[in-house]
């Protein structure tokens, strides 16, 4: 079957409204990892064109449990009429430049956020290597906003990049131990490739949740190279 052919999942999606087939990634993680709690705070970074906002704004349960989902995404991405509600909302920002401090303003009360999930994909080249890179960049920049502390790691070259994009030491101070709430739950998305770079983003993640785990969904195309780090549980070792 061609990529861009129907499928299941596609006559699924258009069945129960989803705005896209990808939906069916994120309820599988869901039923499996229990990944969004009833009135969570949720960060969806790459969130266009809007099936996992649906498939989150599901899982915060009733309206009165609150909860909030803020999608990002560097296109403008209208909120799907069905299965969300007010509690989601959309920035359009490129994720390579806005600040946690910008992100953790957005969510409940400033206090940071219970999930952070990355669709994320950079427009696909074709070569393997490079696209692998481009995906494990995203990841890695993932991360950042969920972790923090991987800032005071970076090496010069990377710390001046920082400082052009705005990343002052104030800024560098506030965002050091991340937006990802103790106990709180990341899926991020990556392109196999490249093996160092994807097990070492795996390795970033050990040690700061209590489950770390790769998982490939059923509604991925047999063709895609596309695959799911979960981390569920993050350790409270930091001083949040």
């Not at 959309?90 to 990355?118: E, F, H, Q, R, W």
């Not at 080249?125 to 490079?130: E, L, N, Q, V, Y």
């Not at 481009?134 to 972790?147: K, P, V």
Request: charged share 25%.
């Amino acid at each position: 079957m061609s990529a861009g052919a129907p499928d299941f999942f596609y006559k699924e999606a258009q069945r129960l409204r989803y705005v896209a087939r990808s939906a069916f990634k994120l309820l599988e993680m869901q039923k499996k990892y229990g990944i969004i709690k009833p009135g969570a705070s949720v960060l969806d970074l790459g969130c266009a064109p809007g099936a996992w906002l649906q498939v989150a704004c599901q899982n915060l349960g009733s309206y009165k449990q609150g909860g909030a989902i803020i999608g990002v995404d560097v296109k403008k991405v209208k909120v799907p009429v069905h299965h969300c509600d007010n509690r989601v909302q959309t920035v359009c920002a490129d994720v390579m430049k806005i600040s946690s401090n910008s992100l953790n303003a957005l969510s409940p009360m400033g206090k940071g956020y219970k999930v952070i999930l990355s669709d994320m994909c950079p427009a696909v080249s074709g070569i393997a290597t490079r696209d692998s890179a481009l995906s494990a960049e995203l990841g890695r920049r993932a991360l950042d906003f969920s972790l923090g502390h991987f800032l005071e790691n970076d090496d010069d070259e990377t710390a001046n990049k920082r400082h052009k994009e705005g990343f002052d030491g104030a800024q560098h101070q506030e965002e050091k131990f991340g937006i990802l709430l103790p106990g709180g739950n990341v899926i991020i998305k990556l392109l196999e490739g490249e093996e160092s770079q994807v097990a070492g983003i795996f390795q970033l993640c050990k040690g700061h949740f209590k489950l770390c785990t790769w998982f490939r969904p059923k509604a991925t195309r047999s063709s895609s190279r596309e695959i799911y780090l979960i981390g569920k549980g993050r350790e409270n070792n930091v001083n949040q």
